[in-house]
């Protein structure tokens, strides 16, 4: 008995078990309001608007930027709060996997672009 019981604790697990992959901490603040967009440093940039990003269960304001689309069609996600969960910004485009957006290594392929006067 012990064992039938045991087997049915564990199929139900996996049933209804449920992968999560967001932050959950509450909503950030506004947007901020950047009235100052730096020229394009050049051909296939594109900007992404200012966002606000979790860190530590606080939120970190991220300036506007200009990033090169990892490939060709790509589009911009901008990251989200959908009133219990955070969503990281991504790229995606038709014939493509998702492509998880990563400061610190698109700025090292010269993919990310700031002006640090602005």
Same mark, same amino acid.
């Given at each position: 008995?012990?064992?039938?019981?045991? *087997?049915?604790?564990?199929?139900?697990?996996?049933?209804?078990? #449920? +992968?999560?992959? %967001?932050?959950? +901490?509450?909503?950030?603040?506004?947007?901020? *309001?950047?009235?100052?967009?730096?020229?394009?440093?050049?051909?296939?940039?594109?900007?992404?608007?200012?966002?606000?990003?979790?860190?530590?269960?606080?939120?970190?304001?991220?300036?506007?930027?200009?990033?090169?689309?990892?490939?060709?069609?790509?589009?911009?996600?901008?990251?989200?709060?959908?009133? #219990? #969960?955070?969503?990281? %910004?991504?790229?995606?485009?038709?014939?493509?996997?998702?492509?998880?957006?990563?400061?610190?290594?698109?700025?090292?392929?010269?993919?990310?672009?700031?002006?640090?006067?602005?």
């Amino acid at each position: 008995m012990k064992k039938l019981f045991a *087997i049915v604790l564990l199929a139900g697990g996996s049933l209804f078990g #449920q +992968i999560s992959l %967001g932050i959950r +901490i509450g909503p950030p603040p506004r947007p901020r *309001i950047e009235r100052v967009r730096p020229r394009s440093p050049g051909p296939g940039y594109v900007w992404v608007d200012g966002y606000w990003y979790p860190d530590g269960g606080h939120y970190r304001w991220h300036q506007g930027y200009y990033s090169r689309p990892p490939y060709e069609g790509a589009v911009w996600i901008a990251p989200r709060h959908d009133g #219990q #969960q955070f969503y990281n %910004g991504y790229w995606e485009g038709p014939g493509h996997e998702r492509v998880e957006h990563d400061h610190h290594s698109d700025r090292d392929r010269n993919r990310d672009w700031h002006d640090d006067r602005h």
